[in-house]
Nanobody, 123 residues
Framework: VQLQASGGGLVQAGGSLKLSCKLS????????MGWFRQAPGKDREFVAV????????LYGDSVKGRFTISRDNVANTVSLEMNSLQPEDTAVYYC?????????????????WGQGTQVTVSS
């Protein structure tokens, strides 16, 4: 099982970026896909999560209203549309999958992680 994240880059404050995460491999047992981010010297922070089935979503307070998570069940891809980006959004963004039957904000709930993609927002 592999998660491949892409789409990071450098953007000015107020700009937008779209991240994607491709899930592949055999024996996939996953209920939901989430995005986390980690800035230098800080703990990994929950960003958003979406369930594969009904598309239920949950967002972190710091991104609510600016970021949108979506999924493509056919392509096994989850995307994160990020708008109104601010310098404090600068971090390495990770996608992760969880087999738990509920939407979780906790890092420990996720058992498979992608490699991370850097997002840098300049002021």
């Amino acid at each position: 099982v592999q998660l491949q994240a892409s789409g990071g880059g450098l953007v000015q404050a107020g700009g937008s970026l779209k991240l994607s995460c491709k899930l592949s491999g055999r024996g996939i047992r996953t209920y939901a896909m989430g995005w986390f981010r980690q800035a230098p010297g800080k703990d990994r922070e929950f960003v958003a999560v979406i369930s594969w089935g009904f598309g239920r979503t949950l967002y972190g307070d710091s991104v609510k209203g600016r970021f949108t998570i979506s999924r493509d069940n056919v392509a096994n891809t989850v995307s994160l549309e990020m708008n109104s980006l601010q310098p404090e959004d600068t971090a390495v963004y990770y996608c992760a999958s969880t087999p738990e039957g509920s939407l979780s904000r906790m890092v420990s709930s996720y058992d498979t992680w992608g490699q991370g993609t850097q997002v840098t927002v300049s002021s």
